[in-house]
């Protein structure tokens, strides 16, 4: 499908909502509109707002006048039409942001929970369903927001080192066959880079709230390089007031009762361990070198071991999965009965199922996944407490942490809402600083890949200066 746009600036969104629809189709954005070829969408904005589909089978448009938010208004026009000729309606409506609860929470502030529950349904077409699920999110997290000041931040650390690369990964991650040599240059660094941004967080007088240390994955880390990280960590901040030390274990196959040990010697609150899912033919197809019984075995470990807070990561949509499959991972972690699960919805990106005859198929399975999930958990005792979405997800859905009340993870909030600065190490790292008396978001970009952050490890330490001359402009 080509996407025109003539005459305005909104071309990220239309295309992105474009793409929710056309999961199966490419789409061209083209930003000259002289002689189009079909199928084409047309959107622009001259004396009115008018959107256009026109492919060999059909031809319609939409318009609507000038308004104070022509974006706003093109989306609308644009979701009418789209949905009309695909025969088709996207839970979250106009919303292609990857933080609705974020949009949700402005709305409240300003205008009262029940005005922003209007403005999502009537406004944003999004489903009731959703709405509740925004409302209940929301409500979930105000009083972990609440703890956060000009003066909070959390600490995330990156280890982008994995035992093998998933199929449907997106992250920066190497698995440890090709990069392990990596790890002897890449420690010495990230220590060196955490001793520095602590030093800065000292001269800014700010307040640690949390620590989150993922990938990657960390475990791919020995023993003694664990320990070695940690203390650094414990060394150079003040984790008096830290409410949580999040470390992500998360393929079982990293597990050991010596890397256990380590995280527990050092205050590690809260780990991860991520089976996916329990369906050791999907778990082979997407690339774990892991059985579920491996994950039941490294869950129990920890648990002998005095892990109390233990997440449980899981992905709907997994190529070769079915409902039925997906119901029994469910059921299996809901025996198991850790503190929080979250529940991943697959986001499809460079993949060939996108463009399969089973996509339609594929979409409806997503959503019945999703929704016995939701049923399961909420009668498990678990509220759902952050929520984000990502383009090219499966039936336009959305990623839901779920938990127990008492353990929602606060650096889960903290990124997800962008309430306060996000001090990042490590390789594929982002440094997110906010101003607290505005929406103002700067971010500071660490080098992607390993071998650069290695060879240009000077230049990200002159990067991380910003941070005080950022703090002088609009903390103070």
Known sequence: MNLYIDNHKFHYEMENLCRAFLFTEDVAVIHEFNRPEKPYILTSVHDEVRVELCTDMLSETLTAPLCDDNELMMGVLLYRLLSKAYGRVLPWGILTGVRPIKLFSKLALEKGVGEAERYFKDTL???????????????????????????????????????????????????????????????????SEIRYTSQIARELDLRLESVYIGGGTPTTLSAEQLDVLLSEIRDDFDMSGCSE???????????????????????????????????????????????????????????????????????????????????????????????????????????????????????????????????????GGYEPYYLYRQSKMLSNLENIGWAKKGYFSPYNVYIMEETHSILACGAGAVTKLRDVNSDYLERIFNFKYPYEYISRFDELLERKARIKSFYSEYNE
Request: contains cysteine.
């Open 245 to 379: 030390f999040t470390v992500e274990a998360g393929r079982p196959d990293t597990v050991t009762r010596e890397k256990l040990t380590a995280l527990k010697k050092h205050g590690v609150s809260r780990i991860s361990i991520n089976p996916q899912t329990f369906n050791d033919s999907v778990l082979e197809y997407i690339g774990r070198r892991h059985n579920s019984q491996q994950t039941i075995d490294a869950y129990r470990l920890a648990r002998e071991l005095g892990f109390d807070n233990i997440n449980m990561d899981l992905i709907a949509g997994l190529t070769t999965d079915t409902p039925e499959s997906f119901n029994r991972t469910i059921d299996t972690v809901l025996e198991l009965d850790p503190e929080s699960v979250t529940v991943h919805t697959l986001a499809v990106k460079r993949s060939a199922r996108l463009n399969s005859s089973d996509a339609v198929r594929e979409q409806a399975y997503t959503a019945r996944m999703l929704d016995y999930a939701a049923d399961s958990l909420t009668q």
């Open 125 to 191: 077409l999004v489903s009731d369903e959703k709405t509740r699920l925004a409302r209940l999110v929301y409500d979930n997290q105000r009083e972990i927001l609440s703890r956060s000041d000009k003066r909070s931040f959390s600490l995330y650390v990156s280890i982008p080192f994995c035992p093998s690369r998933c199929n449907y990964c997106s992250f920066v991650s190497q698995s440890i066959e090709k990069a392990k040599k990596l790890i002897e240059g890449y420690l010495p660094l990230l220590l």
